[in-house]
């Protein structure tokens, strides 16, 4: 069973506020992963890290940024955000191997910015 | 470079239906091939995996067997349940690919009673 947890899961805020989106897994993985899904289903990597003090934009362009100061916590934050932040964000985690890897989801935050 | 392509949904189907959901991929090497799934306000979670040619992936009666003369990796249920409703996704995962999964663009699925 996988053990990886995205607190809030819903979150209603003004446009300009700050916000940070946590993440957290007991597993130990190396590797982890912000997504952003769009009520149209796709996902679209928006940050990952290969480990502690590693960081790297994903493949959509987000004005979000992360941190990875200790393996087990992966935060996401928006300085300001904007209504068009609103989407699903969902973590995920997984050990770091050459061959083929299993990621592990988090529940995932519902954000809406007014 | 590597890609997923997915059959697009939404698909509905009846209770005890058989079910097909088709996934092509485009890819240098040898990937590993992944179904995931998400249910209705969750997050995503593996449902099967197939690392080589020719292995066949099941789980909760799901199976998809990693074709690569086709280069197919097709999802099949032979009776769907209304618990089977849910957003399945496709993915690849490829060392040479900064070691990232590719995904598929999801295929919805509604099963009625």
């Known amino acids: 069973e996988a053990d990886i947890y995205q607190t809030p899961r819903y979150l209603v805020i003004g446009t300009g506020k700050k916000i940070t989106l946590e993440c957290s897994q007991t597993?130990?993985?190396?590797?982890m992963y912000w997504y952003q899904q769009d009520p149209g289903m796709e996902l679209h990597l928006i940050h990952y890290?290969?480990?502690?003090?590693?960081?790297e934009k994903g493949d959509l362009s987000s004005e979000s940024t992360v941190s990875r100061i200790r393996t087990e916590h992966f935060p996401l934050t928006l300085e300001s955000a904007r209504p068009s932040h609103t989407s699903q964000y969902l973590c995920?985690?997984?050990?770091?191997?050459?061959?083929?890897?299993?990621?592990?989801f988090g529940p995932g935050t519902r954000l809406l910015v007014l | 470079g590597n890609s997923v392509t997915q059959m697009e949904g939404p698909v509905t189907l009846s209770e005890e239906a058989f079910l097909t959901i088709n996934c092509t991929y485009t890819?240098?090497?040898?990937?590993?091939l992944f179904w995931y799934v998400q249910y209705p306000g969750e997050g995503l979670q593996l449902l099967l995996k197939?690392?080589?040619a020719d292995d066949k992936g099941s789980n909760k009666g799901f199976e998809a067997t990693y074709r690569k003369e086709t280069t197919s990796f097709h999802l099949e249920k032979g009776s769907v349940q209304v618990s089977d409703s849910a957003v399945y996704f496709c993915?690849?995962?490829?060392?040479?690919?900064?070691?990232?999964?590719?995904w598929g663009l999801g295929t919805s699925l509604a099963v009625n009673p």
């Open positions: 995920a985690s997984s050990e770091d191997r050459v061959r083929q890897e299993t990621q592990y």
């Open positions: 597993m130990g993985h190396d590797k």
């Open positions: 890290s290969y480990g502690v003090n590693s960081t």
């Open positions: 890819a240098t090497g040898y990937p590993s």
């Open positions: 197939a690392t080589k």
């Open positions: 993915a690849l995962f490829n060392a040479g690919n900064n070691r990232k999964l590719i």
